[in-house]
């Protein structure tokens, strides 16, 4: 079958089409009905054989207007060819069969001889439903859809390779690099991601748009709408801004009811497009800045390889808060959130109180031996605030962006004996304040994107602590602005 061009389908024909996943399980439905009916009924053979003739009519009827429809949808060129060829042929098949069926019921069910054909035709009626409903899902889902969950023994004893063991995450596996020094940075890291979260939809059996992207040919070749890789140039390749558009977006990717790549991956498919997307280089022999290496560093962790770290704060054994105290934060709209069912330990959320200042928090004193986590970004803080907490003994994480916080205030938080990570995003901070935290000897990380902090204020930093991570955000505009951004469409 010759697969037209989508630009030149009328639309009512691809409209009408996109019923056939609907209208396919109807007539499946009245046919097994239809063969329940007739193993299970103790009429007599004749009497059956007539009392399921409209349901048998009906099927085959619907049938058709279903093969009709599906033909309309297989113009979209969005699936394998040769499976999709015999999908149509078997539930033609299958629709005849089933008009056939009817006919023998209406018209040879008084003929002993000629009755006789009618169980075999209901038996393989049987087996073209399977058959053609096992290709339907095939070239909907993937090949692997019906023994993706197969479990073991049975997968051995069909040949089945065993299925590695699936995060909790909707079924996805997680990605780990071995060897960094060696790990290719498409087969490796781009990859497995686009085949965790994009193969689906654009594989050898299913193509939306036209597009595969199960092979570096495939990709770079584009699809539709063209090429959708712009080595390079992130801002215009087309996977790049379909990723970064708002979810309710129509031309958002993936689609709503997918997995959405994590902040992490779009991070990574950025900076792989803007270093050139070469199909083999090394991962090692391109270049990349703090924040992919942070990113990095989560993909190498590997089993019991690399023990996942854990403040030593969070191993103490400490009284709980008391409600009163708790309560007392709540009535300012702050969250406060449990961090462990375990242990005492709590974070506080000024998601929901962006107006909050000095003065209200000063509750904060009533659980400040419990508190590890603080998230105070947009607020309207002071230093003031940074001396008030500089006294809590458990602090971890600190988060004080977009706010008004200075030099002195920074200067407060050298007293906090277990501080790891703390985001100063978008702070007006220079180069000589930054350097105040050289006397936080625990700290881990840091975010410094949109602040005053010049790369000379960096470097020194970094000579300072030469462990400390130090986030500087994506070179350029991050996120990419992709909303106003046009999709290029086909002409």
Known sequence: ????????????????????????HLPIGMLLMGMILYVFSKKEEVQRQ???????????????????????????????????????????????????????????SQDAFMSRFFKPGL??????????????????????????????PWRGWLGIAPREQATEEKGIQPIRIKNLQE???????????????????????????KLRMDSPEYLMKGGANGEIIQAGNPAESDLIKRVLLDPSHEDHMPPKGKVYLTEDEIVLL????????????????????????????????????????????????????????IEKLRKHHLLVIALSKEKSFLEVNAINAKQIGDKELQDLDGIKEQLVSLKLGGTNI??????????YPRLVHLQIDHTKISRQGLSYLSSLKHLETLNLVANAIDDQAVLELAKLPT????YLWQSKVSDQGIKMLQKKMPKLIIDQGWKGKWPLDTLNIPIKKPE
């Open 1 to 24: 079958m010759i697969l037209l061009d989508t630009e030149v389908i009328p639309d009512w024909i691809l409209f009408f089409g996109h019923f056939h996943p609907m209208l396919v």
């Open 50 to 108: 007539t009392s399921i003739a409209p349901i048998l009519w009906t099927t085959g009827i619907m049938a058709l207007i279903s093969c009709a429809m599906g033909w309309c949808l297989s113009l979209a060129g969005e699936y394998e060819g040769d499976t999709l060829k015999i999908h149509q042929w078997l539930g033609i098949c299958l629709a005849l069969c089933s008009l056939a069926l009817a006919y023998m019921t209406q018209h040879w």
């Open 123 to 152: 038996l393989l009626a049987f087996i073209l439903v399977m058959w053609t409903g096992h290709l339907g899902g095939n070239l909907t889902h993937g090949s692997d859809y019906l023994t993706n969950y197969l479990p073991q």
């Open 183 to 209: 790990a290719l940075i498409f087969q490796d890291l781009i990859q497995p991601t686009l085949k965790q979260k994009c193969w689906s939809c654009h594989n050898a059996e299913k193509q939306k748009g």
């Open 270 to 325: 950025q900076w792989w497009v803007k270093e050139g997307a070469h199909f083999n280089k090394k991962i090692i022999n391109i270049p990349y800045d703090a924040r992919i290496k942070s990113i990095l560093a989560k993909y190498t962790q590997v089993g019991n390889q690399q023990e996942a770290y854990i403040s030593p704060v969070l191993k103490e054994n400490i009284p709980a808060a008391t409600d009163a105290d």
């Open 382 to 391: 002071s230093d003031a605030l940074l001396q008030q907490i500089s006294s």
């Open 443 to 446: 700290l881990r990380k840091v």
